[in-house]
Nanobody, 119 residues
Framework: QVQLVESGGGLVQPGGSLRLSCVAS????????MKWYRQPPGKERELVAA????????SYADSVEGRFTISRDNAKNTVYLQMNSLKPEDTAVYYC????????????WGEGTLVTVSS
């Protein structure tokens, strides 16, 4: 069992930056691929970024490529999402997801943190 707690959301102006954090507890963090999803108002949840267990590879949605950076610190059981050049369409609830490397059917979700990009 893994518990995930996101933080770092808030209100930011277009062009601004935010860094989201997700702290994991309850299991060995390094065996999980970590992902950030988001759900804009009235829309479905979508994958934003992913990072494999030992940060050997990362991937991004086209809409955030070049603006967002996912990283992890296995010693701190934390995954981050650095978001730069934010746009109003980035407004969403951002969720952290942990996917067990050797059994991807097992995954856990945080409660989410709201990011609002508005002037």
């Amino acid at each position: 069992q893994v518990q995930l707690v996101e933080s770092g959301g808030g209100l930011v102006q277009p062009g601004g930056s935010l860094r989201l954090s997700c702290v994991a507890s309850g299991s060995t963090f390094s065996v999980y691929n970590m992902k950030w999803y988001r759900q804009p108002p009235g829309k479905e949840r979508e994958l934003v970024a992913a990072i494999r267990t030992f940060a050997s590879s990362t991937s991004y949605a086209d809409s955030v490529e070049g603006r967002f950076t996912i990283s992890r610190d296995n010693a701190k059981n934390t995954v981050y999402l650095q978001m730069n050049s934010l746009k109003p369409e980035d407004t969403a609830v951002y969720y952290c997801n942990a996917e067990l490397t050797y059994n991807t059917a097992i995954n856990y979700w945080g409660e989410g943190t709201l990011v609002t990009v508005s002037s």
